[in-house]
């Protein structure tokens, strides 16, 4: 179960690469769990906002509205999303459209015939809608139905989403389209039964991730944020149109989004005849984008946006743009929406050391954790659980030791380090096995890592911190120590880091060497804690001190 599609994304992506079985599809190499069931308790929560991720929400918005209107027709969804050819027999339609299936199956409208039976029998079991046709798909084509079976259920006045799909790419079909699309008709449906939204189920038989997107993927693991957009108060433009008039006002929505793709400007009036907001902003969004499309200057575009609802529309586009106009300053934010993207922006950081924000310089130690969260996860789908094996004193600590003393003697015997590794690969390693370590006393030690995640507000459950998935959750602790600590401002040089890492280390050393190494001694996740942290300040120095060995750093940890 997840608060909405963002979380259940990004874990999705971290479940497939750790743990799914590549397999070679028509030549392509993916990554595939089986049988994977996703809940999602708000699934009106649909905007996708991820660094990384550079989704378009202006496509999706069109193919939704596009669907539910029971089209299949290339000219409009090829003008939003060009790609969508690839997929077409004859260039022309889609064959395996799920709309035209849903409106019009052999006569019958799906939509309407489910509305109507939940009207009539709110606790009917028989609400469901289907896409697979045994009788036209099975044969070769680029366009068989991936999401084949919808059902609808009503219970304690909440309307519930269960769909099936048979192939689910996580990439472009999940998070591009699928969550987006349901839960809009799911809106839809719950407003023409009277009910209130309920939980989204999402049944993947193949969920999968091409490995094109791989490297992406581990970018976005890597640069995950507590919040999403709708932590900060955002909410969606609510849909309220009776069925009885939804085609007729789909006509009408159809024939203004034509004039704004010949070009057409005059249209604010016809905009704002709709009264139904969801249709209405939707409409606003699309004329955006095609004066974007037909050349129209980023001051245009800006004023556009800064007219929007304050909705998580007007945040999809604000992030759209300032993304692909390259400018974070396009748009006048207001109060609320300056503090989402100061947070926003302030951990997107995997490509530029130097981002700012207003008001806010990006914090190097951010970036730096990023770049080593990707150097676990690609390590961990190799060696896996090695780094366990034998313990904690001998497995775990025995790595974390073994780093150590390779920095000792560098750094005070001034040895110079091996050509396959240099100081900072180790110092990079000894913070990622530190890493590691904390989630170990999380899951192993779970009292004292309790009282110890205490001291920070909002943390998530105790097993997120578990494991090798846990990795991420450890790693927003510590940037929350390191950022609440006055003390690093303090350390400017290799030596007296080293001086802070030595220190943290003896300790460490003596609890679990002098002592009873099996005893639940609270020192062991404040001075683990401290010690990354040291290894990680040793690498913000390198950063500035060092510039070309930490870009080689960096490169090494993107060919690995």
């Given at each position: 179960m997840f608060k909405n599609v963002t979380y259940a994304f990004r874990e999705g992506l971290r479940k497939i690469l750790q743990e799914g079985e590549v397999i070679a599809v028509r030549s392509h190499e993916t990554k595939e769990v089986r049988s994977h069931l996703i809940k999602i308790s708000s699934p009106l929560e649909r905007v996708y906002l991820i660094p990384h991720r550079n989704n378009n929400i202006f496509a999706q918005i069109a193919e939704t509205l596009w669907m539910i209107a029971g089209r299949s027709d290339m000219a409009f969804l090829s003008h939003y999303l060009p790609r969508a050819v690839d997929f077409s027999d004859d260039g022309k339609v889609w064959r395996g459209a799920y709309g035209s299936r849903l409106r019009n199956w052999q006569g019958i409208d799906q939509i309407e015939e489910v509305a109507r039976l939940l009207r009539q029998d709110p606790n009917s079991r028989r609400a469901v809608m289907v896409i697979f046709d045994p009788a036209q798909d099975y044969l070769d084509s680029k366009d068989i139905p991936c999401n084949n079976w919808l059902h609808f259920l009503i219970r304690d006045g909440r309307l519930h989403l269960n769909v099936s799909i048979r192939s689910n790419d996580i990439w472009w079909?999940?998070?591009?389209?699928?969550?987006?699309?349901?839960?809009?008709?799911?809106?839809?449906?719950?407003?023409?039964?009277?009910?209130?939204?309920?939980?989204?189920?999402?049944?993947?038989?193949?969920?999968?991730?091409?490995?094109?997107?791989?490297?992406?993927?581990?970018?976005?693991?890597?640069?995950?944020?507590?919040?999403?957009?709708?932590?900060?108060?955002?909410?969606?433009?609510?849909?309220?149109?009776?069925?009885?008039?939804?085609?007729?006002?789909?006509?009408?929505?159809?024939?203004?989004?034509?004039?704004?793709?010949?070009?057409?400007?005059?249209?604010?009036?016809?905009?704002?005849?709709?009264?139904?907001?969801?249709?209405?902003?939707?409409?606003?969004?699309?004329?955006?984008?095609?004066?974007?499309?037909?050349?129209?200057?980023?001051?245009?575009?800006?004023?556009?946006?800064?007219?929007?609802?304050?909705?998580?529309?007007?945040?999809?586009?604000?992030?759209?743009?300032?993304?692909?106009?390259?400018?974070?300053?396009?748009?006048?934010?207001?109060?609320?929406?300056?503090?989402?993207?100061?947070?926003?922006?302030?951990?997107?950081?995997?490509?530029?050391?130097?981002?700012?924000?207003?008001?806010?310089?990006?914090?190097?130690?951010?970036?730096?954790?990023?770049?080593?969260?990707?150097?676990?996860?690609?390590?961990?789908?190799?060696?896996?659980?090695?780094?366990?094996?034998?313990?904690?004193?001998?497995?775990?600590?025995?790595?974390?030791?073994?780093?150590?003393?390779?920095?000792?003697?560098?750094?005070?015997?001034?040895?110079k380090p091996t050509s396959d590794e240099s100081l900072l690969d180790t110092v990079a390693d000894m913070a990622v096995y530190l890493t590691k370590y904390m989630t170990y006393l999380a899951e192993h030690y779970q009292t004292i890592f309790k009282e110890f995640i205490g001291q920070y507000p909002s943390v998530e459950p105790i097993e997120h911190y578990w494991d090798n998935q846990g990795f991420e959750s450890v790693v927003k602790i510590l940037i929350r120590r390191y950022d609440n600590s006055g003390e690093w401002e303090q350390i400017s040089n290799y030596g007296?880091?080293?001086?802070?890492?030595?220190?943290?280390?003896?300790?460490?050393?003596?609890?679990?060497?002098?002592?009873?190494?099996?005893?639940?001694?609270?020192?062991?996740?404040?001075?683990?804690?401290?010690?990354?942290?040291?290894?990680?300040?040793?690498?913000?120095?390198?950063?500035?001190?060092?510039?070309?060995?930490f870009q080689k750093l960096l490169r090494y940890i993107e060919m690995l």
């Open positions: 079909g999940f998070s591009g389209i699928n969550t987006f699309e349901w839960s809009v008709l799911h809106e839809m449906m719950a407003y023409w039964t009277r009910s209130k939204v309920g939980e989204y189920s999402h049944f993947a038989s193949s969920f999968h991730l091409y490995e094109r997107h791989y490297q992406p993927a581990e970018k976005i693991i890597a640069t995950s944020q507590d919040k999403t957009l709708y932590d900060f108060g955002f909410t969606n433009p609510p849909f309220s149109i009776p069925f009885e008039e939804f085609d007729e006002a789909m006509v009408r929505w159809f024939a203004i989004e034509d004039k704004m793709r010949q070009g057409e400007t005059n249209l604010r009036q016809e905009i704002n005849n709709f009264d139904d907001s969801f249709l209405r902003n939707s409409l606003e969004m699309l004329y955006i984008y095609n004066r974007y499309l037909l050349g129209a200057e980023g001051e245009e575009i800006a004023q556009l946006i800064e007219e929007l609802p304050p909705n998580d529309f007007k945040i999809g586009a604000i992030e759209y743009f300032s993304r692909k106009l390259k400018n974070r300053e396009l748009v006048k934010l207001q109060d609320k929406e300056r503090e989402y993207f100061q947070y926003f922006w302030g951990a997107d950081v995997a490509d530029n050391l130097s981002v700012t924000v207003p008001g806010k310089s990006v914090v190097t130690f951010s970036f730096i954790f990023a770049k080593l969260s990707i150097l676990h996860y690609k390590k961990s789908l190799v060696y896996k659980d090695s780094w366990k094996k034998h313990g904690e004193l001998l497995g775990v600590f025995g790595n974390i030791a073994r780093k150590y003393d390779r920095i000792e003697v560098i750094m005070k015997d001034k040895v007296d880091c080293f001086a802070a890492l030595s220190k943290n280390y003896k300790v460490l050393e003596d609890i679990l060497i002098n002592g009873d190494w099996r005893s639940s001694d609270p020192r062991k996740c404040s001075f683990a804690a401290d010690l990354a942290i040291s290894a990680m300040h040793f690498l913000v120095l390198a950063s500035q001190k060092e510039p070309e060995k």
